[in-house]
């Protein structure tokens, strides 16, 4: 990848909710020029970045400031998916028991939108946001409009599907975590 070059780094220190909690997913709104980030106790924490060259500039080594917010989800419930849908202006959320939330961050609004059997592994938006896509823990694709409607749904090839239940890699500068279900080895 001879084409890649980091143009600006910059550093944020997110306040999580306890020691144990770590960062899952992340999401990115070009148009906010802000990040958001999922963490494993199902809370949300926006990184909003300097927007113009002389900020960034000024900045230096400065810690940028974040928020978060607690997503009320059903007990052993958790998010498994993100991504932000410029359309909506909001963040689409998939969990391990199929619940597809809407999340407008701006207002604080929590909606749910759908259910998927199986629970939610992955959610993606098209380039230009006019399609979703959703797959699903049975290994199912589903491609869908931005106002829901399902467009179409396949069946993936199952050689291509993971059947390890909840397999995730986590890195905490301690140490690191590998966690298969209820699973858990520390190294």
Request: with cysteine; proline share 3%.
């Amino acid at each position: 990848m001879k084409n890649l070059k980091l143009s600006l780094e910059l550093s944020s220190e997110l306040q999580l909710q306890s020691e144990r909690e770590t960062l899952l997913l992340s999401a990115f709104d070009v148009e906010q020029n802000r990040v958001f980030f999922a963490s494993s106790a199902n809370a949300i924490y926006t990184v909003h970045l300097p927007s113009s060259h002389l900020e960034r500039g000024l900045m230096g080594k400065t810690v940028l400031p974040s928020q978060g917010e607690s997503i009320a989800l059903e007990h052993g419930d958790r998010i498994t998916a993100l991504d932000y849908q410029m359309e909506k202006e909001a963040l689409i959320i998939g969990t391990s028991n199929g619940y597809l939330v809407l999340y407008l961050v701006d207002c604080n609004t929590i909606e749910v939108v759908g259910n998927v059997e199986g629970g939610v592994t992955c959610v993606a938006s098209s380039p230009d946001g006019a399609l979703l896509t959703v797959t699903s823990g049975l290994g199912q694709l589903l491609v869908m409009t931005h106002d829901w409607e399902i467009l179409y749904e396949t069946t993936l090839d199952p050689q291509l599907v993971d059947h390890h239940e909840g397999f995730t890699c986590l890195y905490q500068p301690e140490y690191s975590q590998q966690r298969k279900g209820d699973e858990t080895s520390e190294k």
